[in-house]
């Protein structure tokens, strides 16, 4: 059932093992309940499972150590970054010990005039680009949460930004991973292009903490742009924000951030956040460029706008105000989950050709209307992307079925119009029947690659696909 975490097969921890951890990591081998509870929940809507035990690295060879120990005695490892994650992917639903990546926060090197820089998994990408402001460089990807890149690079995160600056797959040039083994590799130098062998980088890209663990990454950077503009507009309707973004995009206009937000979640925003926006369909616009080239976007969606039933744009150009307008945006999440006193959240999301968006959203606002669960529409819709927040009775098994089957509409929808049921949450526990939906014979091919480099199911068991 939808909101359980179902456990697969998990026993204790041999003493033996237990020993070895308290003598190597002491300390920061915990087993307290306070401990383990932050480390078996997350941010969704399944329940809490608990690890066996809770270890906090903080360097490269720690975490060989650990591989090699838990290898030898059997014992699973979940790689744990900020437990923001939406589809269960760091619950340790096997037991075993959760391996906490936050305390290697380190930037080792920026590389300005290469645009790229070194991290270490648990650095979050909101103290990245503080360390990075005063060289003029910025980070992109932003998936919204302050996560760390560990995480993001596990989960392929998207975010705000994609439109113009893409995805992590994009954002990653190079990582070090501990294998299986406890064998360190690096997956490629920092060039920004290769044809040397099997693209490796990519492989773990979004793998989830299945294949190896994450040491270190290697990030693509951009230059802070001279001018950044941001905007807010609202709509007679959600169709007509929705054309506004196709038109745009179709138009080859470089927006760097679109998001739409359907009325009752302008509404949840509002109260949350203490804004004052009118409570329509809404987007919020970033651009970013030369004076002259914001001018000339600027202009173009306007008129695309205007002609779609849109408003005046209420401009946010301070960085006070587009701090906190983004804000606002960033805690959507919990602005529509809160609307309900009690309420837990269901979040889900899917990604169709641009082609596609606006009549998958109307669909999918049809069924929102006529539901009995509160639901909200909000997404970063430049790049077809979208999500849905449920807003669930945790006590009404009812609105868990009914969830679940407007989820499965959206899913399946999507896949029709030859999208995916995933733009940017991962599978973990809670898409693995879509996956196979959507990519059939595919995912058998994943198996063995997961089967070849982790043939004890040592890393992560259970998230993407059942072996």
Same mark, same amino acid.
């Given at each position: 059932?939808?909101?359980?975490?179902?456990?697969?097969?998990?026993?204790?921890?041999?003493?033996?093992?237990?020993? %070895?951890?308290?003598?190597?990591?002491?300390?920061?081998?915990?087993?307290?309940?306070?401990?383990?509870?932050?480390?078996?929940?997350?941010?969704?809507?399944?329940?809490?499972?608990?690890?066996?035990?809770?270890?906090?690295?903080?360097?490269?060879?720690?975490?060989?150590?650990?591989?090699?120990?838990?290898?030898?005695?059997?014992?699973?490892?979940?790689?744990?970054?900020?437990?923001?994650?939406?589809?269960?992917?760091?619950?340790?639903?096997?037991?075993?010990?959760?391996?906490?990546?936050?305390?290697?926060?380190?930037?080792?090197?920026?590389?300005?005039?290469?645009?790229?820089?070194?991290?270490?998994?648990?650095?979050?990408?909101?103290?990245?680009?503080?360390?990075?402001?005063?060289?003029?460089?910025?980070?992109?990807?932003?998936?919204? %949460?302050?996560?760390?890149?560990?995480?993001?690079?596990?989960?392929?995160?998207?975010?705000?930004?994609?439109?113009?600056?893409?995805?992590?797959?994009?954002?990653?040039?190079?990582?070090?991973?501990?294998?299986?083994?406890?064998?360190?590799?690096?997956?490629?130098?920092?060039?920004?292009?290769?044809?040397?062998?099997?693209?490796?980088?990519?492989?773990?890209?979004?793998?989830?903490?299945?294949?190896?663990?994450?040491?270190?990454?290697?990030?693509?950077?951009?230059?802070?742009?001279?001018?950044?503009?941001? %905007?807010?507009?609202?709509?007679?309707?959600?169709?007509?924000?929705?054309?506004?973004?196709?038109?745009?995009?179709?138009? %080859?206009?470089?927006?760097?951030?679109?998001?739409?937000?359907?009325?009752?979640?302008?509404?949840?925003?509002?109260?949350?956040?203490?804004?004052?926006?009118?409570?329509?369909?809404?987007?919020?616009?970033?651009?970013?460029?030369?004076?002259?080239?914001?001018?000339?976007?600027?202009?173009?969606?306007?008129?695309?706008?205007?002609?779609?039933?849109?408003?005046?744009?209420?401009?946010?150009?301070?960085?006070?105000?587009?701090?906190?307008?983004?804000?606002?945006?960033?805690?959507?999440?919990?602005?529509?989950?809160?609307?309900?006193?009690?309420?837990?959240?269901?979040?889900?999301?899917?990604?169709?050709?641009?082609?596609?968006?606006?009549?998958?959203?109307?669909?999918?606002?049809?069924?929102?209307?006529?539901?009995?669960?509160?639901?909200?529409?909000?997404?970063?819709?430049?790049?077809?992307?979208?999500?849905?927040?449920?807003?669930?009775?945790?006590?009404?098994?009812?609105?868990?079925?009914?969830?679940?089957?407007?989820?499965?509409?959206?899913?399946?929808?999507?896949?029709?119009?030859?999208?995916?049921?995933?733009?940017?949450?991962?599978?973990?526990?809670?898409?693995?029947?879509?996956?196979?939906?959507?990519?059939?014979?595919?995912?058998?091919?994943?198996?063995?690659?997961?089967?070849?480099?982790?043939?004890?199911?040592?890393?992560?068991?259970?998230?993407?696909?059942?072996?």
């Amino acid at each position: 059932m939808a909101g359980t975490a179902h456990s697969g097969e998990r026993r204790p921890l041999p003493a033996s093992l237990v020993e %070895a951890l308290e003598e190597r990591f002491r300390g920061r081998f915990q087993r307290g309940d306070a401990v383990l509870g932050q480390h078996g929940s997350s941010e969704s809507h399944f329940a809490p499972v608990l690890p066996d035990a809770v270890v906090f690295a903080r360097s490269t060879d720690d975490v060989v150590a650990l591989v090699k120990l838990c290898a030898a005695a059997d014992i699973p490892i979940v790689p744990f970054g900020a437990g923001t994650s939406i589809e269960g992917n760091a619950l340790a639903i096997n037991g075993g010990i959760s391996l906490d990546m936050s305390q290697m926060d380190q930037v080792l090197a920026v590389n300005a005039e290469d645009f790229d820089c070194v991290v270490q998994p648990g650095v979050r990408r909101e103290e990245l680009n503080l360390h990075l402001r005063d060289q003029g460089l910025f980070f992109p990807i932003d998936p919204g %949460a302050n996560a760390t890149i560990g995480g993001m690079t596990s989960t392929r995160a998207s975010g705000t930004n994609a439109v113009r600056y893409g995805t992590m797959k994009d954002a990653v040039l190079s990582l070090e991973v501990v294998t299986p083994q406890g064998t360190v590799i690096r997956t490629a130098r920092r060039a920004r292009k290769s044809a040397a062998g099997y693209d490796l980088t990519r492989l773990y890209v979004g793998s989830e903490g299945t294949l190896g663990i994450i040491t270190e990454v290697t990030l693509r950077l951009h230059p802070v742009p001279d001018t950044i503009s941001a %905007a807010v507009c609202s709509f007679e309707a959600l169709g007509g924000a929705v054309d506004t973004v196709v038109q745009s995009i179709q138009s %080859a206009v470089p927006i760097a951030r679109v998001e739409i937000l359907d009325a009752k979640q302008m509404i949840a925003v509002n109260r949350w956040s203490k804004l004052d926006y009118p409570e329509a369909p809404t987007l919020f616009f970033e651009f970013h460029g030369s004076a002259m080239n914001v001018a000339e976007q600027v202009e173009t969606v306007k008129a695309l706008a205007e002609a779609n039933g849109g408003s005046a744009f209420n401009w946010s150009n301070l960085p006070e105000e587009r701090s906190k307008l983004w804000r606002a945006r960033h805690e959507a999440y919990y602005a529509a989950v809160n609307m309900r006193a009690g309420a837990i959240g269901w979040a889900t999301d899917v990604c169709v050709p641009i082609s596609r968006l606006a009549e998958c959203i109307a669909e999918t606002h049809v069924d929102l209307e006529a539901a009995t669960v509160p639901a909200t529409i909000l997404g970063h819709v430049g790049d077809g992307n979208f999500h849905v927040i449920f807003s669930i009775d945790p006590n009404a098994p009812d609105e868990m079925a009914e969830v679940e089957a407007i989820n499965a509409r959206l899913v399946g929808r999507a896949l029709t119009m030859d999208g995916t049921c995933t733009g940017e949450h991962g599978i973990g526990i809670g898409k693995q029947e879509w996956l196979v939906a959507e990519l059939g014979d595919a995912v058998e091919q994943m198996r063995m690659i997961k089967r070849a480099l982790d043939p004890q199911n040592l890393l992560n068991p259970g998230k993407i696909f059942a072996l």
